[in-house]
């Protein structure tokens, strides 16, 4: 009989007030059943906000290099447990062990990140324009944080929004993707075990249509991170701009690989292979479209198509798969879709295109790498997150026209240029427009003490990572002291005056 898990509200593992109850299976054998979780309603969401109110009276009064000490132990409890909760999000999300090692070792170097920065909350104290009297400001928590994340980083982008929120004092409030809600029960675990206080952190599983939208709206939650679609994003930057709240958002990209004529095409091939379909394709900085320049086009294609054709399929626990499932099956019959939408538009599928056969796969929503040439810039393949395996060739006769076709789309998220030139290089670091620019390297890669994020309707302007993150999560607070024993005034014109 498989397990049944629970909400952590008011620092109790509780079952939700509906009685109602979600199935997570495995996306590479759907009779693998993982547990039942929690299909919480806006009741849930209400109980875990009085508890995070409390946690947050309690824990914003702890200092924050005390406040780092438990982000450490959380780092190293993640370090001693990094296979087993790589192979739990394996087996939950799908992506093969060797990158569920990776999303385990983000969340480390975010823990261990996070708990530095509870020692560096820098703020500043700058001269008065008056005598004896000080002038400052710093950092303070701001309350309780809603936190809605995705099923594509099952650990890592928890801990991104967790950490940051946590160290700056915040209690927070989490609402995994119903697709993968085990990888953030053990997370949770972790913390408590850590020593963070129960009711700093509450974990309220279920829909986005209900448990996600009752966070965002509920009038005591003052700040929301979300990481999601831009459809969604938006009605959420609707809702927080009515009620007032701090939001960032995280959303959607349609990231491009400039491949010029005198790029090293091995490292280029290796490249877009790892960024278009690591993770299946299912990351919002995938490498989605591959700008050639016409010179090496038909010769950059072709072994494109080769290593995409030896890509094999699989259990991502399996030491020779090199690419698992997709999510569900919703996802796959997306992927179908937008094949059908390439081959009506009039682009040349060059391989892929299909689910595989085999029984190694019967089980699960796998979909073959895809790779479509003959794109034009305006095609919905080279407009559209498709958030799957399918990879867009566009053809260009020039690097100018390359900046135009990257920079061409709704998103601005990651980009690359693949070229020997340092001129080219800084020009695609200053003229694409995305909020990430690689040089010689994939679409993919951040680093967990940088920012992350994009423009355009990727995000809404602030980042996840690196120290800005810490500055979302925090208010600024000012504060002066007159010590001069009389009034002085401040504003009006006081120069010349006497001391």
């Not at 675990?189 to 952190?201: K, R, T, Y």
């Not at 965002?216 to 709240?245: D, N, Q, W, Y």
């Not at 070229?419 to 967990?448: C, H, K, M, Q, W």
Request: with cysteine.
């Amino acid at each position: 009989m498989a397990k049944t898990f629970r909400n952590f509200i008011g620092g109790e593992w509780v079952a939700p007030s509906t009685g109602a109850w979600l199935e997570n299976r495995n996306p590479a054998d759907r009779r693998d059943l993982i547990g039942r979780f929690p299909d919480s309603g806006p009741a849930d969401v209400r109980r875990a906000v009085a508890s995070a109110k409390r946690g947050f009276a309690q824990w914003s009064r702890v200092p924050a290099p005390l406040r780092g000490d438990v982000l450490r132990r959380v780092g190293d409890l993640l370090t001693a447990r990094k296979e087993a909760l790589a192979d739990a999000m394996t087996r939950e999300m799908g992506k093969v062990l060797a990158e569920t090692r990776g999303d385990v070792q983000e969340g480390i170097d975010t823990a261990y990140y996070a708990a530095t920065e509870g020692r560096r909350l820098f703020g500043h104290v700058v001269p008065s324009e008056l005598r004896r009297k000080w002038a400052m400001d710093w950092r303070r928590p701001i309350g309780v944080c809603g936190l809605v994340t995705p099923f594509n980083f099952p650990l890592a982008i928890p801990t991104w929004k967790m950490f940051p929120a946590l160290v700056c004092g915040n209690s927070v409030i989490i609402k995994p993707s119903e697709d993968v809600p085990h990888s953030v029960t053990l997370l949770v675990e972790i913390l408590l075990e850590a020593g963070l206080p129960p009711e700093a952190v509450q974990l309220v599983h279920g829909r986005g249509e209900t448990v996600g939208k009752a966070l965002v709206e509920h009038p005591e939650v003052p700040v929301i991170s979300f990481t999601g679609s831009t459809e969604t994003g938006a009605l959420i930057g609707e809702t927080c701009g009515r009620m007032h709240k701090r939001l960032s958002l995280e959303m959607g990209g349609k990231n491009a690989v400039i491949v010029m004529d005198d790029a090293d095409l091995d490292l280029a091939v290796d490249g877009i292979t790892w960024g278009a379909f690591g993770t299946t394709g299912q990351r919002c900085t995938a490498t989605s479209r591959v700008i050639a320049h016409r010179r090496i086009h038909d010769r950059l294609v072709r072994r494109l198509v080769e290593r995409a054709e030896a890509l094999r399929l699989g259990d991502g626990r399996e030491a020779r798969t090199d690419v698992g499932p997709l999510i569900h099956e919703a996802a796959r019959e997306k992927v179908e879709r937008y094949v059908a939408i390439g081959l009506e538009e009039g682009a040349t599928l060059a391989t892929g295109g299909k689910r595989p056969r085999g029984a190694a796969v019967a089980q699960g929503s796998f979909f073959r790498p895809t790779i479509f040439t003959g794109v034009t810039p305006r095609m919905r393949l080279a407009q559209e997150e498709i958030f799957g395996p399918v990879l867009s060739v566009l053809k260009v006769g020039s690097f100018d026209e390359a900046v135009r076709v990257n920079n061409g789309v709704r998103y601005g998220l990651s980009s690359s240029v693949y070229t020997a030139s340092v001129e080219r290089a800084f020009r695609a670091l200053e003229e694409l427009d995305n909020g990430i620019t690689y040089v010689n390297a994939p679409t993919i890669g951040a680093e967990a003490h940088l920012p992350f994020g994009g423009v355009k309707a990727t995000g809404n302007g602030h980042r996840e990572g690196g120290w800005p993150v810490f500055e979302f999560y925090s208010e600024i607070k000012v504060g002066y002291v007159d010590y001069s024993g009389r009034l002085q005034r401040a504003q009006l014109d006081t120069y010349g005056a006497e001391g």
